[in-house]
């Protein structure tokens, strides 16, 4: 009998800001704030913000960002199949729905959703604490 190698998916910082953040709100201004400091701290120049004020476009990137970490860290075999033009893996939950990445990297599906009741399963599973809250 073959030995089973599990492989640790290691959280991306930002994991810990999304499972303990309760308003969404509050995640995405977090995020744009941390986004905005990585894009302006190596160019070592600070670029004025009228009354310090994120945007609505910074507020949005930071939400696509939240969505393609959170959907890295749950479905990262899916995200490597499509990438890389494969099929789904058989045990996908995603495996009823289509599947493709947008130009942003965001995992979406299409089709019938309300045939993909294990997707919805998956989903509620997977984010069950997040719902109890």
Not at 3 to 32: Q, Y
Not at 112 to 133: D, M, Y
Request: charged letters at 20%.
């Amino acid at each position: 009998m073959g030995a089973v190698r599990i492989e640790s998916i290691p959280k991306h910082p930002i994991m810990k800001l999304i499972e303990h953040t309760i308003s969404l709100l509050r995640l995405k201004r977090i995020v744009a704030w941390l986004l905005r400091f990585h894009f302006n701290y190596p160019k070592r120049e600070c670029r004025f913000y009228q009354n310090n004020l994120l945007s609505a476009a910074e507020l949005y990137e930071a939400f696509r960002f939240i969505i393609r970490v959170d959907q890295s860290y749950y479905f990262l075999n899916e995200l490597r199949s499509l990438a890389r033009g494969l099929n789904l893996p058989e045990k996908s939950p995603l495996q009823m729905v289509t599947s493709f990445i947008d130009n942003y990297g965001v995992l979406r599906v299409g089709g019938r959703l309300n045939l993909g009741t294990t997707l919805g399963e998956h989903i509620a599973l997977v984010h069950q604490e997040l719902l109890q809250k």
